[in-house]
């Protein structure tokens, strides 16, 4: 199990004080320090089942600045991959990454099926 979170983030830290009182093992990646590669989040898209839009920080500073929130609808799948690829800050974390899916934000009902 890979959680890809930004350790200054609080729901980051509560996502994996969950995993750590559940006993789950589990690889941590800092998503500013090593961000998802573009083939990455094709596969964690496609594993996940959800629009690609979920993959987006909405709340973050990158997003608005860029004015996405207009943008998107008009990006292709292909270049918004590419746009997500280029920081780490522009992706919605938590993520947590199984053999057999992948969520986005820490909603611990969602997560409990996972693990």
């Known amino acids: 199990m890979l959680l890809v979170h ?14 750590e009182g559940k006993g789950v093992e589990f690889e941590e990646r800092d998503i500013k320090e090593k961000k998802p590669t573009k083939e990455e989040l094709k596969t964690w898209h496609q594993k996940s089942g959800m629009p690609l839009k979920k993959f987006f920080n909405t709340s973050g500073m990158i997003y608005r600045e860029l004015q996405l929130k207009d943008k998107l609808p008009d990006m ?30 820490f909603r611990e009902k969602e997560w409990e099926k996972l693990v």
């Open 6 to 19: 930004y350790p200054k983030c609080s729901t980051c830290q509560k996502a994996k004080k969950w995993l």
């Open 76 to 105: 292709t799948e292909e270049e918004q991959y590419e746009l997500l690829a280029t920081d780490g800050m522009l992706v919605k974390r938590p993520i947590l990454v199984t053999d057999t899916a992948v969520v986005t934000g």
